[in-house]
Nanobody
Framework: QVQLVESGGGLVQPGGSLRLSCAVA????????MGWYRQAPGKEREFVAS???????NYADSLKGRFTISRDTVKNTLYLQMNSLKPEEMAVYYC?????????WGQGAQVTVSS
């Protein structure tokens, strides 16, 4: 059983920054690949970033240099630092991981980018 709980969403002005967190509750804890996706209103869910159990990261091309994914293995928490946010990046951001072929998702964190 894996539970993912996102936090840190909110309202930010264009050009601003936010850091999302995703707390992982699992017994026993397993360090697997994790990722972030986002879904804007009326659009499909899209890939944002991922990090492997070895710490290798991958990003959507449009986000490289502005977003940073990281994890704290002691706190069992995944992070997404988002800088220079744009209005079109307003979306619900989800963290995800996989276990035995099944995908687990958090409830999502709303990010609103508006002046």
């Amino acid at each position: 059983q894996v539970q993912l709980v996102e936090s840190g969403g909110g309202l930010v002005q264009p050009g601003g920054s936010l850091r999302l967190s995703c707390a992982v509750a699992e017994t026993p804890f397993r360090l697997n690949e994790m990722g972030w996706y986002r879904q804007a209103p009326g659009k499909e869910r899209e890939f944002v970033a991922s990090i492997t159990s070895y710490g290798r990261t991958n990003y959507a091309d449009s986000l490289k240099g502005r977003f940073t994914i990281s994890r704290d293995t002691v706190k069992n928490t995944l992070y997404l630092q988002m800088n220079s946010l744009k209005p079109e990046e307003m979306a619900v951001y989800y963290c995800t991981t996989g276990r035995g072929g099944a995908a687990y998702w958090g409830q999502g964190a709303q990010v609103t980018v508006s002046s």
